[in-house]
């Protein structure tokens, strides 16, 4: 299939298409008028590429993951255990945005309890003495 056809059945923009295959994540062939010619395996490729993005994956964790015709790519212990250490990074990264988001809401509360007729450029000191005590 030509690129317009994969790019309106995978939902992606034809430019991200030709980016995977850039990064090598996708091969095509190449016709004798120069147009690419994508087999139907893209289509579950580039299905595999946008969920592996969106659960964190970069672009060079992927080209590990995806089976390959020169190399086969991951044997099945090597891929449980790449998802599984991706599992640990999302679970530190939710670590940290708990904290930082216990964070916020500690500096939003001494924002909203200034003392009464306090302006607001000394309750920004006393906002800024509480986070340097921190």
């Known amino acids: 299939m030509k690129i317009g056809e994969l790019a309106t059945r995978s939902g992606l923009a034809p430019s991200r298409i030709r980016f995977y295959e850039a990064s090598g994540l996708l091969s095509a062939?190449?016709?004798a008028n120069g147009y690419r010619r994508y087999p139907e395996q893209a289509l579950h490729t580039l299905g595999i590429i946008s969920c592996a993005q969106q659960a964190g994956f970069s672009l060079e964790e992927i080209r590990r993951l995806l089976p390959q015709t020169e190399s086969q790519g991951l044997g099945h212990a090597e891929l449980l255990a790449s998802l599984q250490r991706k599992v640990v990074e999302i679970e530190a990264m939710q670590q940290r945005l708990l904290e930082n988001?216990?964070?916020?809401?500690?500096?939003?509360?001494?924002i909203e309890n200034k003392p009464e007729g306090m302006?607001?450029?000394?309750?920004?000191?006393r906002v800024l003495a509480n986070l340097r005590g921190a």
Do not use: D, G, M, Y
């Open 101 to 110: 988001k216990a964070q916020l809401l500690t500096i939003i509360a001494t």
């Open 29 to 31: 062939q190449r016709q």
């Open 119 to 125: 302006p607001c450029s000394e309750n920004a000191e």
